[in-house]
């Protein structure tokens, strides 16, 4: 039975700025935007909830994704299509999860798998729910900023708490045209910090960061070297 499922922080809700298929590609500011607006919203959705749950479990071991709950992607937001045991959350983030000066924002095959470990699903995920049923409501990038803005201003966005994280392991994901699959890997959300503090984007450094605009959100992503299977993974140029 599917439940729609709806955001739990209140007015506190900021998007969330991963920078989804712009990781080892050129500046997405630098990009030309081949999608300049929304597609239609049957475009995003999976042609079936089942294939869709199991994409979203695919993001993690089968030890974390088998008791995790699952969201897929309805007609006006997520909804619940499985209950959880561990607190994780997995589902499949939609090109809108991307910064907002990415050229892929509103691709409408990108495939996002993800689960989100509790501190995540509790600070993290209710801002990317609310910002999709913004998009599938209608609303344009710059609606999208404004609100976000407002909401600064009056100090009533929501930041990660320590601890929250996420897996990305899937080998059947595709992150963007410039990336394809890219890498399997973990995400670890902060407030704004410095990268080079924690050794990101530095040479030679294996940990990569994006940081939230206008969002106050640092993310953090560690490749890894094995997909959800455990069947090895091949780095990939960066």
């Not at 294939?51 to 997520?78: C, F, K, N, Q, W």
């Not at 999860?97 to 409408?108: H, I, L, S, T």
């Not at 201003?153 to 990660?160: D, K, L, Q, S, V």
Request: aromatic share 8%; with cysteine; glycine share 8%.
């Amino acid at each position: 039975m599917l439940t729609r499922m709806r955001p739990t922080i209140g007015r506190g809700v900021c998007g969330l700025a991963f920078l989804l298929g712009a990781i080892g590609s050129a500046r997405a500011d630098d990009a030309k935007p081949a999608y300049p607006v929304m597609a239609p919203v049957e475009q995003y959705r999976e042609a079936s909830a089942s294939a869709e749950i199991a994409l979203a479990r695919s993001a993690a071991p089968t030890s974390i994704s088998g008791d995790a709950g699952v969201l897929t992607l309805g007609v006006h937001g997520y909804e619940t299509a499985a209950r959880g045991k561990n607190g994780f959350i997995c589902m499949v983030w939609r090109s809108w999860a991307a910064g907002f000066d990415d050229a892929e924002f509103w691709n409408p095959k990108l495939r996002a798998p993800i689960c989100l470990n509790p501190a995540a699903a509790r600070t993290v995920l209710p801002a990317y729910l609310e910002k999709t049923e913004w998009a599938i409501a209608g609303a344009s990038k710059s609606e999208m900023i404004d609100r976000i803005k407002t909401e600064l201003a009056a100090n009533r966005i929501a930041t990660p708490v320590p601890g929250a994280m996420a897996f990305m392991m899937s080998k059947q994901g595709y992150l963007g045209d410039l990336v394809g699959h890219w890498h399997p890997h973990l995400m670890f959300f902060l407030a704004h910090t410095d990268a080079a503090d924690w050794g990101a984007d530095l040479h030679g450094s294996p940990v990569f960061a994006a940081q939230g605009e206008p969002e106050p959100t640092t993310t953090f992503i560690v490749p890894v070297p094995a997909w959800s299977d455990g069947t090895p993974a091949v780095m990939k140029p960066h």
